[in-house]
């Protein structure tokens, strides 16, 4: 009811009038079921020129965000990094990209987005440089914090960017080349972590410091590129905006692109009733719901765990019975290229089977995969082995709470302990709970294990996992998780977000959502290891299962279909009440508006169906 009064409020500030019924109405094509089965021109591989040099904006985002879990490994050893120190230089990065993300909003629409991209290009390169000479860890959580600030403008900018410059029938697949772009410096981060984690001295230099060659690519090839002709033609700079609109299409005719760009614009400047953007956002209800659905998105992303999933891939394959460390960093490589991979299927599916469908089949995946997640470690939770040995001759492993615990699982969850044992064919045997070292997780402090595992004695050192039977449940778990999360809920909510809002609204709707992606990103962080504590490591992913089902009910509920649309038709998807886009039917408010124009009165009307038709009356 509220929304029905306020689409109504709506109208009449905005002097929308409807449709006469007796006029005769010219439709243009732009239904979902069949735009994209007419022709398109060939597209000019200006637009994949442009796409590529904007994505690697994701590129860096992924590669930085990835690579420092391997520098880390490294960089406590030399620096003598306190826990604290180490989980400052991770998360101050992705609390500096919540804050530029939002910040950045205000940016794209004072300067355009060319110079965003620019500007964060610089902030990468000027970040890759203090963290490859830092040379204490002051001067390393300053260069964290410079990066962190360009990856919050990449983020939002880049999808926005790309949206803004493809034609309609690509424009999904572009976008979401951004995000196959975060996944790929994701994996090309882990591949960097493993070859340089055999140079243990400078190696986290090398490794931070390598992100300055792709950065320094984007900044030289946006100094040649051109700003996006939306942004131009807001901007008054009709002349440009068409010779890149031209430049863009190949060359064919863009007077109909132009036009409803241009009327768009004209329209709601008329329309505007003044105040801050974010204001009129909120007072106008298609927006609203815009960014309603737009920031559920991305946090729904979060609250999956997809990071808490990456991050956790190496001790899941650890607890699969792979001991050897250098190993691990490889195989965690492997879960990044799988992600990598099925993101690529998102590119494939997103103009095939369109932005609902793909988000709905993905969440829904990813939730029973939690599931199965879940279960592999409750499994492994009840069958864990009991601690049968108490070491009598160390006086540190006595005075440790470790020695309290009766079974490995509780030993695991603390992040003090570590659990000792041998092996006898498929058991396990004369098994410990001792204090870990200090400097390193990969030894006890002290007695049997102070030297690792060494296989040769037959003596097995597992920190943050239990040897189980289960550990093929829980690999499975994570390959299926990343095989339906990674096509539709990690592209996705980038993706829909980079066209749900008119041209006024786009700037600040992405800033606020990235925004929201970001702080969810940090709070599922600094939680999980807290969750698992509380809940378990099975309660924290049986949680994050039920956020999905929640996930999956919102979408269904509210994201609608906006695949083939032009972005200034996209606003009449969100004309209805939120919550009725898995309804079917046309019912709902039809939005028009009127403008005089050369002595003629022209109609343009935004339809729930995602049509739009002129009419003009002389
Ligand atoms: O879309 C991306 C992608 O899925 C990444 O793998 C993930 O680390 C990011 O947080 C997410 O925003």
Redesign the pocket.
Known sequence: MEELIGDRRVEDERSLIKTPSNVQTNYQENDVSTSTDQIQPATPCFVYTLAFFSALGGFL??YD??VVSGAMLLLKREMNLSSLWQELLVSITVGAAALSALAGGFLNGLFGRRICILLASFIFCAGGIILSVAHNKEVLLCGRLTVGFGIGIA?MTVPVYIAEVSPSHLRGQLVTIN?LF??GG?FVASVVDGVFSYLPHDGWRYMLGLSVVPAALQFTGFLFLPESPRWLLQNGETQKARLVLSQIRGGVNVEEEYESIRSSIEEERNDSSGGPVLWRILTYAPTRRALIVGCGL?MF??LSG??TV?YYSATIIQMSGVQDDHMAIWLAAATAFT?FMF?LVGVWLVERVGRRKLTLGSILGTSVSLMVLAAGFLLSAQASPPVTFHPSNSSSLHNSTCVHYGFCESCMLDPACGFCYGVNGTSVVESSCVPVSAANTETSAAGRCSNGTQESAGLFWAYNYCPTSYSWIVLLGLVLYLAF??PG???M??TVNSEIYPLWARSTGNACSAGV?WIC?VLVSLTFLHVAQYLTYYGAFFLYSSLAVLGFVFVLGCLPETKGLRLEEIESRFSRRLCSCGASGSQGVHYTRSRLEFGALHYSTLEPEGRISYISLQ
């Open positions: 985002f992924g965000t990835g983020s995000t975060i996944t994701q991305q992303q979060q997809i990071n990456m992600n993101t999360f990674a809920m990690g592209p909510p980038w992606n990103n």
